[in-house]
Nanobody, 124 residues
């Protein structure tokens, strides 16, 4: 069982930056690929970014490539999402996710575990 707790959301102006954090429970954090998803009002939840258990491989949605960076430190059981050059269309609830298979699998399937979500609002 893995429990995920996100933090770091908030209100920011367009062009600004935010860093989301996700703290995971358990002693097998490095065996899980981790990811971030988001859900805007009236829209389906969508994939944002994923990182392999070792941190050596990452994937991004086209809409955030070049602006967002996912990273992790296994010794701290933590994964981050650095978000730069934020746009109003990035406004959503952001969810941390974990999967026991590959990071690539997060681009096309639901994860095994979800966090509770943190709100990100980008004003124009």
């Amino acid at each position: 069982q893995v429990q995920l707790v996100e933090s770091g959301g908030g209100l920011v102006q367009a062009g600004g930056s935010l860093r989301l954090s996700c703290a995971a429970s358990g002693r097998t954090f490095s065996s899980y690929a981790m990811g971030w998803f988001r859900q805007a009002p009236g829209k389906e939840r969508e994939f944002v970014a994923a990182i392999s258990g070792s941190g050596g491989t990452t994937y991004y949605a086209d809409s955030v490539k070049g602006r967002f960076t996912i990273s992790r430190v296994n010794a701290k059981n933590t994964v981050w999402l650095q978000m730069n050059s934020l746009k109003p269309e990035d406004t959503a609830v952001y969810y941390c996710a974990a999967v026991a298979t590959s990071a690539w699998s997060l681009t096309s399937r639901a994860p095994d575990y979800w966090g509770q979500g943190t709100q990100v609002t980008v004003s124009s």
